[in-house]
């Protein structure tokens, strides 16, 4: 049996305290589940951002997407998290990748290291994580039993230690491209073979995980091309219709878009979708249809 939805906004954009709490409010109202915060610089202090949202709203769960792990010492991390989920009421969940912008690292000047070396830090991160705060002795204490823990992965070995480790599956959708930073969008059977990938080395899981997927691109219209217009330009190897089939873009009339998010579900399992923050309002109107089809 599917998993029900649960849907998610990711904010990007810093903002003085009395817009911040504004834009969360307007989130909740809207439906959202979980109001995300991402971890590059030039955006928003994920925890203080988080703590913030708390404060603004009620019912939302409040994570972050993703720390890049390469920013933290596990310790001091240990101590963030707990605070923050303290400070957030329990709501907090955790969300941690790589990072893949050298140029982050470069001016925060912190090492970037090689693929392996990142993943072998993420893995020191998440396993000293699970040692700390599992810990009675550790302080401060967080207000859940456990953390819940999302991993962002696509490649084999994140997602072997995704399936090891995370009660979140994040697929990205996308791989790294030629240009330092860049992403390269998956095709859907390309997504499908990583999906196919994790099953496997989730197997022996006693608890499945819930599938996670980030929306890059999200626009409810008769005519999508002018909207997927500036995706074209920065993909030229895609033709329209291949980038309206990417798992990542929903594009077209809200129907359309909304039988699109539950094949998707049923396709690949993705329950839990994230959106960015530009599509926070264009997004609410498929939230609120593929509830009333639930109820």
């Not at 590059?40 to 997407?65: D, I, Q, S, Y």
């Not at 140029?103 to 396993?127: I, K, M, Q």
């Not at 700390?132 to 696509?154: K, T, Y």
């Not at 070995?157 to 969008?185: K, N, Q, V, Y």
């Amino acid at each position: 049996m599917s998993r029900p939805f649960r849907f998610g906004v990711n904010l990007l954009t810093p903002a003085p305290a009395a817009e911040w709490r504004a834009k969360c409010r307007r989130a909740e109202e809207l439906g959202y589940d979980v109001i995300l915060v991402p971890d590059h610089l030039g955006m928003p202090a994920p925890f203080p951002a988080l703590v913030a949202a708390a404060e603004a709203t009620r019912r939302p769960r409040l994570g972050t997407f993703v720390l890049n792990a390469g920013f933290y010492n596990p310790a001091l991390l240990a101590r963030e998290v707990a605070t923050t989920d303290a400070l957030t009421g329990g709501r907090l969940e955790l969300g941690l990748g790589t990072g893949y912008v050298p140029a982050e690292h470069e001016t925060a000047g912190l090492p970037y290291g090689s693929p392996r070396e990142r993943v072998d830090h993420l893995r020191c991160t998440v396993e000293e994580l699970d040692r700390l705060l599992g810990s009675e002795a550790h302080e401060p204490h967080p207000v859940q039993s456990r953390v819940p823990l999302l991993i962002g992965a696509n490649g084999d070995r994140m997602l072997r230690l995704t399936a090891e480790h995370a009660d979140i599956a994040a697929f990205t959708g996308a791989r790294p491209g030629s240009a330092p930073g860049s992403l390269e969008p998956l095709s859907a059977e390309e997504l499908d073979e990583r999906v196919a990938r994790y099953q496997v080395l989730a197997q022996e899981r006693a608890e499945a995980a819930e599938l996670n997927l980030l929306i890059q691109l999200v626009a409810v219209t008769d005519d999508p091309e002018p909207v997927l217009k500036p995706l074209l330009e920065r993909q030229s190897q895609l033709a329209l219709d291949a980038a309206l089939a990417l798992p990542i873009v929903l594009a077209g009339p809200l129907e359309d878009i909304v039988a699109r998010v539950r094949a998707q579900r049923e396709r690949f399992g993705f329950s839990y979708l994230t959106v960015l923050e530009p599509y926070m309002e264009a997004f609410a109107p498929v939230m609120e249809r593929l509830r009333a089809e639930s109820a």
